[in-house]
């Protein structure tokens, strides 16, 4: 069953704005990772946070966690047209498998 | 750099046919998955399978079956293929976990886009 609710379906912004992302999860986790697909593609993993974690840093990526909402947000900074992509959060519970959210369509307008 | 590859991008079937969609990952790992993704409804787990001949079902394994083999090869097959089956068909591979590890990141391939006539 999917787990992991992204919010917004879809964000449309100006290229070196911010965009935010948010995923909302309903059972205990080990940890939250988020996935990014270009179109028509196979997902791209990008960054991964432990449970015991609160805020994760990569690149132009920010991750942040609370487990006590039940909640991570991905910050992507200063935007470019090639961040144009669906972007998933998986949940993943210590059982081999993840379970994926619905994604969150980003379109970079340049 | 691991590889994820799947036997074809696009295939074309009629109804009734049977169907395997193949996926061989080159970094030993124990864990593989086949998924579908539609639009509006995410990526849902149709099976996985976290060794050679074992397999478990995932949330959505009615029409489908599955075969592994060989640690690096997990087939997906449609035993008679409907409309209802067309969809993006994604396949995966994970390191099996041990322990107190929490490092379940997967590694996808391109996927196969099916279209059932």
């Known amino acids: 069953s999917q787990q992991g609710e992204e919010d917004p379906q879809a964000l449309s912004i100006q290229e070196g704005e911010n965009a935010t992302m948010n995923c909302s999860y309903k059972t205990s986790i080990n940890n939250l990772q988020w996935y990014r697909q270009n179109s028509g593609r196979g997902l791209v993993h990008l960054i991964l946070i432990r449970s015991n974690e609160r805020e994760k840093h990569s690149g132009r990526l920010r991750v942040t966690l609370d487990t006590s909402k039940k909640s991570s947000s991905l910050l992507i900074t200063a935007s470019r047209a090639a961040d144009t992509a669906s972007y998933f959060c998986a949940t993943g519970q210590g059982a081999q498998k993840l379970v994926f959210g619905q994604g969150t369509r980003l379109t970079i307008n340049p | 750099d691991v590889k994820v590859t799947q036997s074809s991008r696009y295939l074309v079937k009629r109804t009734g046919e049977k169907v395997f969609l193949e996926c061989v990952q080159d970094m030993d790992h124990e864990n593989m998955f086949w998924y579908r993704q539609d639009p509006g409804l995410g990526l849902r787990l149709i099976y996985f399978?976290?060794?050679?001949?074992?397999?478990e079902k995932g949330d959505i394994p009615e029409g489908y079956s599955v075969s592994r083999e060989k640690k690096e090869r997990f087939s997906l097959i449609l035993e008679s293929a409907s409309t209802n089956q067309t969809s993006m068909y994604l396949c995966?591979?994970?390191?099996?976990?041990?322990?107190?590890?929490?490092?379940?990141?997967?590694?996808f391939g391109p996927g196969t886009r099916l279209l059932v006539l």
């Open positions: 399978s976290y060794d050679v001949k074992m397999k």
């Open positions: 995966a591979s994970s390191l099996r976990l041990w322990g107190r590890k929490v490092r379940e990141t997967q590694y």
